[in-house]
């Protein structure tokens, strides 16, 4: 059974930065797509980012292109996602994602795999 767990998520000052990690474990697939995603109190959940395991593919979504950037560990079915210039708008849980197969999306439906999700919270 795949599992997914975010870590890293907390409080910080607009301008600050914060460091996402999402860990997988029981994959038995090799080819997959790690997104992550973000929902904010009353608004639907969007796509923040997303990057493909078998190269270094990778997708943002314009309101955090410059700022965000994801990278992934792939020994360790690992990826992280380091978001600076946070500002109160980027307030949300954010939870990770897998997609299997080799094409990736950035609807939250076309996803398999989802982890419980970790707060992040930007003062003004």
């Known amino acids: 059974q795949v599992f997914l767990v975010e870590s890293g998520g907390g409080l910080v000052q607009a301008g600050g930065s914060l460091r996402l990690l999402c860990a997988a474990s029981?994959?038995?697939?090799?080819?997959?797509?790690m997104g992550w995603f973000r929902q904010a109190p009353g608004k639907e959940r969007e796509f923040v980012a997303l990057?493909?395991?078998?190269?270094?593919?990778?997708d943002y979504a314009d309101s955090v292109k410059g700022r965000f950037a994801i990278s992934k560990n792939r020994a360790e079915d690992s990826v992280y996602l380091q978001m600076n210039t946070l500002t109160p708008e980027d307030t949300a849980v954010y939870s990770c994602?897998?997609?299997?197969?080799?094409?990736?999306?950035?609807?939250?439906?076309?996803?398999?795999?989802w982890g419980p999700g970790t707060q992040v919270t930007v003062s003004s």
């Open positions: 990057i493909r395991s078998t190269d270094t593919y990778a």
């Open positions: 994602a897998i997609r299997r197969g080799y094409t990736p999306k950035i609807t939250p439906a076309d996803y398999d795999y």
């Open positions: 029981g994959l038995t697939f090799t080819t997959y797509t």
